[in-house]
């Protein structure tokens, strides 16, 4: 592909608006957690990932979102906070569930899943990551 100063800046902006992103989502939940993050930290690596994600989101000047661009409508899920502890509704087969079994379960939120329609929790019980349609913020 031939340099272009005009799209090299472009990509370059959008670099500078994720990276940005990014340290603010790492900073937040350093605060939440009440200490900082290690950089050789798992999460580390999927930060950007989540970042660039929310960034498509958000109109961010433009007339409309990255995201009805590539899906055709408004992005209509809520996010959470990322490390914010919630409830997230725990996916089972209604013929093993008990009738007083709980439907929410405690997790701490982790961001979008890869298909978009879903959000991933750590429980800490199960002490694994889970991914679940609906949840309730802390």
């Excluded at 957690?33 to 961010?60: D, Q």
């Excluded at 992005?75 to 509704?89: A, N, P, Q, R, T």
Aim: overall charge positive; aromatic content about 12%; glycine content about 8%.
């Amino acid at each position: 592909i031939p340099y272009d100063r005009q799209s090299n800046g472009a990509a370059e902006s959008m670099n500078n608006a994720i990276e940005g992103l990014a340290t603010s989502i790492l900073l937040r939940l350093e605060e939440r957690c009440k200490r900082s993050i290690a950089p050789e930290c798992r999460f580390l690596l999927w930060l950007p990932e989540y970042a660039s994600r929310v960034s498509t989101i958000y109109k961010n000047g433009r007339s409309s979102t990255t995201y009805k661009k590539l899906f055709g409508c408004e992005f209509s899920l809520k996010l959470g906070d990322i490390g914010e502890k919630s409830m997230y509704l725990k996916n089972q087969d209604p013929k093993q569930r008990k009738k007083f079994t709980a439907k929410y379960v405690p997790g701490y939120y982790l961001g979008l899943h890869g298909d978009w329609n879903r959000h991933l929790f750590y429980d800490p019980e199960l002490r694994k990551t889970v991914a679940s349609s609906t949840f309730i913020q802390g």
